[in-house]
């Protein structure tokens, strides 16, 4: 059984330019998180999906910022116009119909915006 | 305002003795609590988690106390060892059949176990 899987692990970008990021959760988990971490902090929610729906944004979800699951496998993040404040880990997790409060995180992707 | 807490940022431990590392919770809307430990540069793995209707959940050299009245919770690992040196996240959440929430993370406990 693999675990959730992220692409890419590092993005460095320009301030400005826009980013996508994707997750591909782990087989038969219907429901996928985004979450963001900064230095010193615990993850923080952004997202999240029951299958192909997205149920519920956090306020830290900005305009810039589009969360897609199309058939509701894997997920894509994308970040528009990217700000220097956008720099942290963007971690995924996803959680089994038979017991939806434990989540799996991937790896995480590593986001510097210069 | 931090719903989660870990007061302790750090925490420093012989190996082979116990590790303890707090947490403590604002929402008593909370009735599900997981704890993770985490890596540098991976993602937060899970460890161990409770219900609000039990007190008590061990898995090997892990378990996990809930005491709801003073909305605190403790992990326990014993024996420790050098391998268990991470950060320590605590998270909490409301389960699937009240209401499932995203969960909410404390800011992490470092634990260095010392050979």
């Known amino acids: 059984d693999t675990g959730v899987s992220q692409d890419p692990r590092h993005k460095i970008t320009k301030r400005g330019q826009n980013v996508t990021f994707r997750c591909d959760p782990i087989?038969?988990?219907?429901?996928l998180y985004w979450y963001r971490q900064t230095l010193g902090q615990g993850p923080e929610f952004l997202t999240y999906f029951q299958n192909e729906a997205q149920l519920e944004k956090s306020r830290l979800l900005s305009d810039r910022f589009s969360a897609e699951r199309p058939k509701g496998s894997f997920s894509t993040l994308e970040i528009q116009r990217t700000e220097q404040g956008d720099s942290a880990m963007y971690l995924c997790?996803?959680?089994?119909?038979?017991?939806?409060?434990?989540?799996?995180f991937g790896p995480g992707t590593r986001l510097l915006v210069l | 305002d931090q719903q989660v807490k870990q007061n302790s940022p750090s925490l420093s431990v012989q190996e082979g003795r116990i590790s303890i590392l707090n947490c403590d919770y604002t929402n008593s809307m909370f009735d599900y609590f997981l704890w993770y430990k985490k890596y540098p540069a991976e993602g937060p793995t899970f460890l161990i988690s409770?219900?609000?209707?039990?007190d008590k959940n061990e898995d090997g050299r892990f378990t996990v106390f809930l005491n709801k009245s003073a909305k605190h919770l403790s992990l326990h690992i014993v024996p420790s060892q050098p391998g268990d040196s991470a950060v320590y996240f605590c998270a909490a959440s409301r389960n699937f059949y009240s209401g499932n929430t995203p969960l909410v993370f404390g800011k992490g406990t470092r634990l260095s176990v010392i050979a």
């Open positions: 997790a996803s959680s089994p119909p038979s017991l939806p409060e434990t989540q799996y």
């Open positions: 409770i219900s609000s209707i039990k």
């Open positions: 087989s038969e988990h219907n429901r």
